[in-house]
């Protein structure tokens, strides 16, 4: 029998606050959504649970990555009960639950301390710039290597624990019956989703637009970190390594400037509700995508030397993203969402 936590309620509107008490189990949002079957019953399973307390049938669950948040069970929510929303909050609710540092909790429940963090981070910036005496080849070099360290570091230390944890609490807790091959043979729906994201076309089969916009931002994003690190866009010669970065980095902040301008809005149900860490994300992606492109602008017209802080802005930003944002925000939507995916067709292949 599952526990009752009778705190889980109030617990929960720390990672965003909407009153989903006030749903009544109407069904309303069950029969709009495009992931309701005869076995089970979505969103509304996840709402019962946390209403009722069932945080362990929560963590042990895949459900909330499986929503794409189309907003249509909020739209016909007759209680305002905002059912997509409370989807959303389940799953930073979960990051906290797979992240073993347990950072990830202090930055989503505390605005006040994500300032903190991303100042504290941008003072460690100043103070390698001042002991490299913001000497531009030295700063250049140090950057290029602190990119391909941050991202070992940050996968093989953080976010590969909290996949195994993951993996722990939604496989082995519910003593799912996975056989080796079983694994192997759904490596490749991790792959696929987690490129194309294309279970949300079937949330969404009316606003294909929203799915090219993210699969852009995906593939850019997978291509920009290709371009800076691994052919070092700010130290290359080549000409299509030039010109590839640039057309890159102008289509990430291209894309994710017009992401900012829909929060701005509010004119669709996925933005009405805007927690802190969704508008870190797109705004510091725009500021990686932008501040590199411009960073390369400097250097092309070789007035990089005399405007060190360009390149100094820009590496505070990308060491924000890289040490905050990557492990313990928004952006491990990403992975976990494409891992529950894979797990879901494991589960399924029992």
């Not at 617990?11 to 069950?30: A, H, Q, R």
């Amino acid at each position: 029998m599952s526990k009752v936590n009778t705190n889980f309620s109030t617990d929960l509107k720390k990672y965003g606050s909407i009153n989903f008490n006030e749903c009544y189990n109407c069904g309303n949002c069950t029969a709009v959504c495009s992931l309701s079957t005869e076995e089970s019953s979505f969103p509304r399973e996840m709402v019962r649970y946390s209403i009722l307390g069932l945080d362990k049938d929560i963590k042990s669950s895949l459900k909330p990555w499986l929503c794409y948040y189309c907003g249509e069970c909020s739209e016909t929510c007759p209680r305002v009960a905002n059912p997509g929303e409370l989807m959303m909050i389940l799953r930073r609710w979960l990051i906290t639950k797979y992240d073993w540092t347990g950072l990830s909790g202090v930055l989503f429940k505390s605005l006040t301390a994500s300032i903190v963090a991303f100042a504290l981070v941008a003072i460690l910036v100043i103070i390698v710039g001042f002991f490299k005496q913001f000497n531009t080849e030295a700063l250049l070099h140090l950057g290029h290597y602190f990119e391909m360290i941050s991202i070992a570091s940050v996968f093989l230390i953080i976010l590969l624990p909290n996949i195994i944890r993951m993996w722990w609490f939604t496989i082995i807790k519910t003593k799912a019956k996975v056989n080796f091959l079983s694994y192997l043979k759904a490596i490749w729906d991790l792959i696929v989703h987690m490129f194309t994201q294309k279970r949300s076309l079937e949330c969404e089969e009316e606003n294909t637009f929203r799915w090219l916009e993210h699969f852009l931002i995906v593939i850019g994003y997978l291509l920009l970190l290709f371009i800076t690190v691994f052919l070092d866009w700010f130290a290359t010669e080549s000409k299509i390594v030039l010109w590839s970065g640039y057309i890159v980095s102008a289509l990430v902040f291209i894309i994710t400037f017009d992401f900012v301008l829909d929060r701005i809005k509010k004119n669709k149900e996925i933005n009405k509700f805007s927690h802190p860490s969704d508008w870190f994300f797109v705004i510091w992606l725009f500021l990686m995508a932008f501040s590199a492109f411009v960073v390369r602008v400097f250097i092309d017209a070789h007035l990089i030397d005399n405007n060190i802080w360009v390149y100094m802005v820009h590496i505070i930003i990308l060491a924000q993203w890289a040490m905050l944002i990557v492990p313990f925000g928004k952006w491990t939507h990403f992975l976990y969402r494409s891992f529950a995916m894979y797990f879901d067709k494991l589960k399924m292949s029992q």
